[in-house]
């Protein structure tokens, strides 16, 4: 169906009149009608998608056309858009509608995206599976038994099955690079406060990010480079500059250092990985690169912080959804304390009240000191590990997650067996650092086989460099 390969090269054969962009947009959902049973989206903008499409068309005939003029935008379920279903996959906000965009989804839309509608997810981005949405389990598109990772599923899959030209994410431990991995695609978590979470329906405040799913590298530098800045309505939103990501994309890395951590090759990963990741290691080498073993001794505690300072967050963050102001209100309840029992009780899938539960307990009298304050005090240990690393190496390769993407319903009755999913990539949201997923090979079952770079705070561009340098030079020439 396409005939270019990155968003720009779109661009240029838009300008060109090469393609039709209302053409382009009807097949795209034609796409989506035809997988359906993928389940990737909630909701399909098509009259709209249509009607911009003609509207952006004649901004491009007339030479007044933003950066991502025509790119195709699929956007996560608990990122705003006015006046469309802003649901976070979830009973409790059912039928309600966004009073106003994200400030990322706006600079897209400014830029002259179409957005063709809202993904799938997690329930409140809650999982690592896509199997706790109150819309149904997404498919992976590879092998459809098979999940396609979460909290960002949709997303993912409507970028690997190509159902639009990128997607927006959010990753709060690895809620974008883990399905990208599971998908076969690249997913990009950014430093946290590089994108403003304004219009970000907040799961836990501070591990956050807002990320774009991707075909390829050159097209996850461009959505970056304009979804980044300081914003405003986002205290915690960094002043720091923005960087031209695509036109340093190809700047040989040269003198880059890159770490190897022994405690992201132990018990518990996939010997395919191991063996995969390894390959690409010793490419690395050859191509001239600079590989040190480092160490990152408190890796073994990030799950434990993880589950306790997100679920705290999120108890906090869900105390909201009351059924007195917004969404969803139980029908039955005698007394106020009832209606927001009852309304909890039934809007809320089991995921999020376990959550909600955990996060209430840490948080509570008797067992804030022995659990959330000491996370705390390991987030800082953690963040310290990756302080002293980046010391002496640019990046850190690891796997991303330690299998390949799994059978629906094989960890559903095994919440941790399913936390572990999340080991390799919850370190990066403790420590606020970016991190990417970048496919390299397939298994012996034909599945995807994803690997991780993380780099320093707002280092987004060695990140990007190297793994422009593995696609071209490693993957697509072996």
């Known amino acids: 169906m396409k005939n270019y390969s990155t968003i720009n090269e779109k661009i ?19 796409k989506i009608s035809q997988n359906q049973k993928l389940n990737a989206f909630n909701f399909v903008f098509e009259e709209e998608a249509l009607k911009n499409a003609e509207i ?31 649901t976070c996959s979830s009973n409790i906000l059912k039928n309600f509608e966004a009073i106003y965009t994200a400030t990322a989804v706006q600079k897209l839309i400014d830029e002259d995206a179409i957005i063709i509608g809202k993904t799938n997810c997690d329930e ?44 927006l994410g959010t990753d709060t431990g690895g809620s974008i690079r883990q399905p990208a991995a599971f998908c076969g695609i690249y997913g990009l978590k950014p430093t946290y406060g590089r994108v403003s979470r304004f219009g970000l329906t ?75 990741i390894f390959l690409i290691i010793e490419k ?55 209606m927001y029992t009852n309304s909890r009780t039934e809007g809320f899938g089991k995921e999020v009240k376990r959550r909600i539960m955990l996060g209430t307990y840490v948080l509570s009298s008797g067992y804030y000191d022995a659990y959330y304050r000491k996370a705390q005090k390991v987030r800082r240990l953690i963040k310290n590990d990756f302080d002293e690393v980046f010391k002496t190496v640019d990046l850190i390769l690891t796997p991303t997650s330690p299998t390949t993407a799994f059978k629906l319903g094989e960890k559903s009755d095994n919440p941790l067996e399913m936390y572990l999913s999340d080991i390799y990539t919850t370190s990066a949201n403790l420590a606020g650092i970016p991190g990417i997923n970048i496919p390299i090979a397939k298994d012996s079952a034909g599945l995807p086989i994803g690997m991780q770079l993380m780099a320093n705070l707002f280092e987004e561009e060695k990140l990007l460099q190297l793994s422009y340098f593995i696609q071209n030079e490693l993957i697509r020439k072996s």
């Open 284 to 338: 690395l080498k050859l191509a001239g690169f600079e590989i040190k073993e480092i160490h990152l001794p408190h890796s073994e505690y990030t799950i434990a912080a993880y589950y306790i300072l997100t679920t705290a967050e999120a108890s906090s963050n869900l105390a909201r959804y009351d059924g007195a102001r917004y969404g969803y209100r139980s029908k039955t309840f005698s007394s106020l304390s009832e």
């Open 12 to 30: 240029q054969k838009l300008r060109a009149g090469e393609i039709s962009l209302k053409s382009n947009v009807e097949e795209f959902l034609l």
């Open 124 to 167: 409140f981005a809650m999982g690592s599976s896509n199997e706790n949405s109150a819309f149904g389990n997404v498919l992976n598109p590879v092998d459809n038994q098979r999940v396609p990772g979460g909290s960002s599923g949709g997303s993912a899959v409507a970028v690997a099955a190509e159902l639009c030209d990128v997607s």
């Open 202 to 276: 907040a799961f836990a405040s501070s591990f956050d990010s807002i990320g774009p799913f991707t075909n390829n590298v050159e097209d996850a530098a461009s959505i970056l480079e304009i979804i980044s800045g300081y914003d405003k309505n986002d205290s915690t939103s960094s002043k720091t500059a923005v960087p031209a990501y695509s036109e340093v994309l190809k700047l040989k890395p040269g003198s880059l250092k890159i770490g190897i951590a022994e405690e992201y090759f132990g018990q518990g990963l996939s010997p395919e990985i191991k063996e995969q």
């Open 56 to 86: 952006v068309q004649e901004k491009i005939k007339n030479g007044n056309f933003g950066k991502a003029a025509g790119v195709v935008v699929a956007i996560k379920d608990v990122l705003s858009l006015k006046d469309h279903p802003l």
